[in-house]
């Protein structure tokens, strides 16, 4: 599975998306991780940004920020709209970040991991790059929404169930316990998953699920649909959600598993290092 945008993507991913969706998980991450003026933080799979510059602001002048992407199309977006912040954009995969070990207080990610083809390599890097006692704070989605889920069921109905398979793709994440047993092995220790859970505001169907499915990977095959199928997709996406319909409005729940630990301190026994709540 991957989340490669090109074109026009990355503009509709931050014009639409971002205030709608990506924004306020931002928020919701940045509380729990509480970052500090001076703190160096790391924003990985930064996409385009939004992350980065509310950690740019949590740290100060005095801090330094890394967003880290490897697509340059949301890079350059990123970029764009931070022209007047001191951030570093650097352009690599996960994996392999090649910033220098121990360098790194607070690490963060949000709706990155669950694409990374090597989940366990990039947690060890992460693990490498943080100073000891350094946190990091990993923001992924807690499977689909009702939503997602009445999207993907319509993609299969009127596109194909490959497109819908490569949709439905974009919400398979790793159960809570998982995502602990992944960062335990990687040598993070304090770790828990925290449940955040927010209630979405998005325009009705019609307008939204174009606005949505143009950012999004899969956007061609949606755009190429002809009229009457793209109509028929959108009624059975209205259908399924009508229940959550407020005025003109859809409203519904939606949630993501916030995953922190802390590196060791070398010196430190089990159970020693910093309160869950510094997370
Ligand atoms: C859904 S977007 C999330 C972007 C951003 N964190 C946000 O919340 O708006 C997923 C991002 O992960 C990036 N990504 C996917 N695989 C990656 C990898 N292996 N290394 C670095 N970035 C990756 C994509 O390029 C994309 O920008």
Redesign the pocket.
Known sequence: M????SGSG?DI?ERT??PLW??R??EALLAQVSLAPGERVL?????????TRLAKRAVGDDGHVTG????AG??AMAHSLAAELDITWVE????DTGLPSDSIDALI????YH???DQAA?LAEFHRILVPGGRIAV?IWDGHSVYTKALCAALETHISPRIARKQRA?RQTPSARTLEDSLSAAGFHNVSVVRQELSINVPLAADFVPLHLASMPIAAAFHDLADQNRTALIADVSRALRDYVVGDRMIYPDAVNVLTGLKRHPMASQGDGILPSQV
């Open positions: 991957s989340f490669q945008l990355p991913y998306l971002v990506f924004g998980w931002a924003d990985v799979a930064c996409g385009t940004g939004i992350t880290l992407d490897n697509n949301m890079l690599r995969d996960a994996v990610s949000q709706h990155g694409y990374f083809p990039a923001s974009q």
